[in-house]
């Protein structure tokens, strides 16, 4: 089963904090990491992210770091990849293929979050290597349910529409439901709250 943490910290969380989760996680062999701190300057997203990389390279560079929606933040810090949403204007795959090789950087790994069927479909025709399907069972925002769970049957959908890219359950996901998860074929889980 395959692990995807996703950083979501709390307003005012210390780098040091947020290293120490990254430590646990390469210490569990969670596979991957999402850096999602939307409202954190480059700079300062660069610098953490250096610092998870250098953390993951000491456990054996197992975990691999991806950074939400910044390519270039990604390329600087030495991250494995970059995770892309599903709105409209966003990097595409192809996009943050670009700026790694302009680089001189491997392959990335692009994880992406699909919320419908229909961007499962898109972003296997992109060629990403990824997917986040969510939310399954729930999405909640400060403890309160924000967005219904669309359940195992749509899951099983993606996962069939995905192929042979792994599809990974988002969203209310818990260390009890997620064999229910693999079972109608995800390759793993991914979330905050399961990883915290």
């Not at 995807?4 to 430590?23: K, L, P, Q, W």
């Not at 990097?91 to 419908?116: D, N, W, Y």
């Not at 992109?126 to 967005?147: A, D, Q, S």
Request: aromatic share 4%.
């Amino acid at each position: 089963m395959l692990r995807y943490a996703i950083t979501g910290s709390d307003v005012g969380e210390s780098h040091a904090a947020m290293i120490s989760r990254a430590r646990s996680w390469a210490e569990e062999g969670v596979e991957y990491v999402q850096l999602r701190e939307k409202q954190m300057a480059a700079r300062e997203m660069v610098r953490l992210a250096e610092r998870m990389v250098n953390v993951f390279a000491e456990h054996g560079g197992r975990t691999k770091l991806l950074v939400n929606g910044r390519a270039d933040v990604a390329v600087i810090a030495g991250a494995d990849g970059v995770h892309l949403t599903s709105r409209q204007g966003e990097l595409t795959t192809e996009q943050v293929r670009r700026v790694f090789a302009a680089a001189g950087r491997c392959e990335p790994i692009v994880s992406a979050s699909c919320h419908t069927l229909d961007d499962v479909a898109r972003v296997v025709a992109e060629g990403v290597g990824l997917i986040l399907f969510g939310p399954v069972f729930e999405k909640r925002v400060e403890g309160e349910v924000v967005v219904a769970g669309m359940g195992l049957g749509a899951l099983r959908t993606a996962c069939l529409i995905a192929g042979a890219v792994p599809v990974l359950a988002l969203g209310g996901v818990t260390s009890e439901n997620s064999s229910a998860c693999l079972g109608v074929g995800a390759a793993g889980v991914g979330g905050i709250r399961l990883f915290a």
